[in-house]
């Protein structure tokens, strides 16, 4: 929001001297622990797989070629689409997006709820937000498949207080893993959201209001507009990390339900991998989620210059 | 004629706070109704309880009749206009301005003219594209105006409209909102807590301080004839002395002012003891036989005026104020001076 002019440059020279060694560390790590592995990645995908797991240094496109093209069962036939990794992808966009709808749909009215706690309780309804974060996700995720398994606590209370006859199939389904991705990643739907609605001016709920906008329509027209910001931030801090999650599906989905994240995972695991194709699928995500987040930025960009 | 706006004993209580003490007053239709106050004194809840943003605890508020106090703000035919105008960020001037007339379901066409009607009376159709934030904060002022004006409201509220913009603005913006509120002959409710803004622009004003109206008048009527020390202290400068009444007769008093002087002054009820006199500063002159004897202290230059500050033989300082002219001579500190107090503008008030 800050114009032109509002933000002093400290004059050249002066800073100069500072400022190199002050960033040189944060550049080292930046390029040592993010670019560095993206790098090995994306070189690593074009090269030839070794039988144990590892690489042969010789440059080659069976990582893609395999990824996307079928050549038939012994490789000699002409290539059509390969459709299973395509179905990978697709069951993953999927799914995140589902996990992403059903933070939204939980998360807004838990960060509008919050928001809108005197100023002193927020705190504490934060606090309560992160608790679960304290443990690790492993041994959540392991939990939440011990509460919705056909025995579990859920099905054995919805039984109890007769509900339902049967017990749910809750477990190895699509369902299970959204659940699992809304547990694992609700916060950063929240607090996002939190931060959006915590800036409104209920003022401007009032002079919707005073010009005879009735609740949903002040709603629709002017909260959720102004607060898109959040919105939006939360959707992508929850959809990435889903995308590429591979404990929800893991531990919750079942095989048959197994996303990109599985699927990478695979690829790495001792001998049974192949470590150019997992760092090719890998590369084909990172694309898809720059994609992503290049269409959002550009849609942020065009809204601020409107 | 009905009343625009009728306030019938209006109490409102936040827990065990009062933030209204049964306040009852009558707005005219087409009346520039001011109501005024220094900030806590409840002037601000009043006009949210007329718009519906606050509930009334007791008492009744009628709109042209009809007792408006337990309806939602968005099914109340009156408008207004913020504080800091709550411009909607995201919309541009136009749409904000239209965005009234679309809730009320006018059509697209004829909403869209209405609101470049109403951008043009306030001199902004050049804007219309533009968003809120890309104005002057008198420019969204303007766009406040208009899109409050423009659902054609029965009753239009101004919260503390002009408190956000500079002196110079603030003054053009008097004129123009009188003007505009002649031209429409909408009735307007204005808070605020500056008396020059109040005296200036209203019809009638209503003086508020802890939850109470205190004096309900015209501009004259409640700078000249005060009914109690606050409200004499609160509108414009005055002199507030303890005095005795010594004896009353045909509607005139004797009083002893500190040091012992003796007054004559009207008299409206109060019976012998112990009261408060107002004298305002501009209604003292210097003269060489006054009613009070007294000896200047210190003179302060304003511009305009010169304010004098002389002291009555107790000590007691009194203000007054003498016009910049070469036909008023400026006395020098430590000169003794009589006061000369012009009849009728010594007031004695009810407590």
Redesign the interface.
């Known amino acids: 929001?800050a114009g032109p002019g509002s933000n002093h440059a400290p004059g050249p020279g002066s800073w100069r001297g500072i400022l190199v060694p002050l960033l040189l560390p944060t550049w080292a790590m930046i390029g040592i622990f993010l670019l560095l592995p993206v790098l090995l990645m994306a070189v690593y995908s074009f090269l030839t797989k070794e039988f144990r797991g590892g690489v042969e240094w010789e440059f080659s496109l069976a990582a893609y070629d395999q990824f996307f093209l079928n050549r038939g069962l012994f490789g000699d036939e002409p290539p059509t689409v390969e459709w299973t990794y395509i179905t990978v992808f697709a069951r993953s966009i999927a799914q995140a997006a589902g996990a992403t709808a059903l933070c939204l749909l939980i998360g807004f009215p838990t960060a509008w709820f919050i928001a809108t706690r005197p100023a002193s309780s927020r705190g504490i309804w934060l606090f309560l937000i992160t608790v679960p974060y304290w443990v690790n996700l492993l041994i959540r995720t392991v939990s939440l498949r011990f509460l919705i398994r056909e025995n579990g606590p859920l099905n054995d209370a919805l039984m109890g207080v007769g509900l339902i006859s049967e017990p749910l199939q809750i477990i190895n389904t699509n369902l299970a893993v959204q659940l699992g991705l809304f547990y694992s990643y609700l916060p950063f739907m929240v607090l996002p959201i939190y931060a959006a609605v915590e800036r409104y001016?209920f003022?401007?709920s009032?002079?919707?209001?005073?010009?005879?906008?009735?609740r949903w329509?002040t709603l629709r027209e002017?909260v959720l507009?102004?607060v898109r910001p959040g919105i939006v931030a939360g959707c992508i801090l929850v959809f990435i990390p889903s995308l590429g999650a591979f404990l929800a599906p893991n531990l919750l989905g079942g095989a048959k339900n197994f996303m990109i994240g599985s699927l990478i995972e695979e690829q790495f695991k001792k001998s049974l991998g192949n470590w150019p194709f997992g760092a090719a699928v890998s590369m084909i995500l990172m694309t898809l989620v720059l994609i992503v987040l290049f269409v959002q930025a550009r849609a942020a960009t065009r809204q601020e210059v409107? | 004629m009905t009343d625009a706006v009728e306030i019938r004993n209006a109490v409102k209580r936040y827990g065990n706070v009062t933030a209204l003490h049964g306040v009852s007053l009558t707005i005219r239709d087409n009346e520039f109704f001011t109501l005024l106050g220094p900030s806590g004194c409840g002037k601000t809840t009043l006009l949210r309880m007329i718009a519906g943003f606050e509930d009334v605890t007791e008492g009744e508020i009628r709109l042209f009749g009809q007792n408006i106090a337990n309806l939602e703000p968005n099914h109340r035919p009156v408008n207004t206009v913020f504080q800091h105008y709550a411009l909607f960020p995201h919309m541009s001037v136009i749409d904000n301005v239209a965005f009234g007339l679309k809730m009320q379901k006018v059509a697209q066409d004829a909403r869209r003219k209405r609101a470049a009607e109403m951008l043009e009376m306030v001199h902004l159709s050049a804007f219309a594209d533009r968003l809120p934030a890309q104005l002057s904060g008198g420019q969204q002022q303007r766009v406040a105006l208009a899109r409050a004006l423009a659902p054609s409201p029965k009753v239009l509220l101004l919260d503390e409209p002009l408190s956000a913009l500079d002196l110079k603005l603030r003054q053009a913006m008097r004129v123009e909102l009188k003007q505009l509120q002649e031209d429409t002959g909408i009735t307007f409710i204005f808070v605020t807590h500056d008396q020059e803004e109040a005296l200036t622009m209203s019809d009638r004003i209503a003086v508020m301080s802890a939850g109470h109206v205190q004096q309900i008048g015209t501009a004259q009527e409640i700078y000249e004839a005060p009914v109690n020390r606050f409200v004499a202290d609160f509108i414009g400068e005055t002199n507030l002395l303890p005095v005795e009444v010594l004896s009353v007769r045909d509607g005139r008093a004797e009083v002893t002012l500190p040091g012992g002087h003796r007054l004559q002054v009207a008299a409206a009820g109060q019976g012998i003891g112990k009261h408060h006199l107002s004298i305002r500063p501009e209604r003292m002159a210097l003269t060489e036989a006054g009613d009070l004897q007294a000896v200047v202290d210190r003179v302060v230059y304003l511009g305009t005026d010169r304010q004098v500050i002389a002291r009555l033989e107790d000590g007691t300082p009194l203000h007054l104020r003498l016009q910049n002219s070469d036909r008023v001579a400026v006395p020098a500190p430590g000169t003794r001076v009589g006061l000369a107090v012009e009849a009728g503008a010594a007031r004695l008030l009810a407590d």
């Open positions: 929001m001016s003022a401007y009032e002079a919707a209001a005073d010009l005879y906008a009735n329509v002017i507009p102004i409107r």
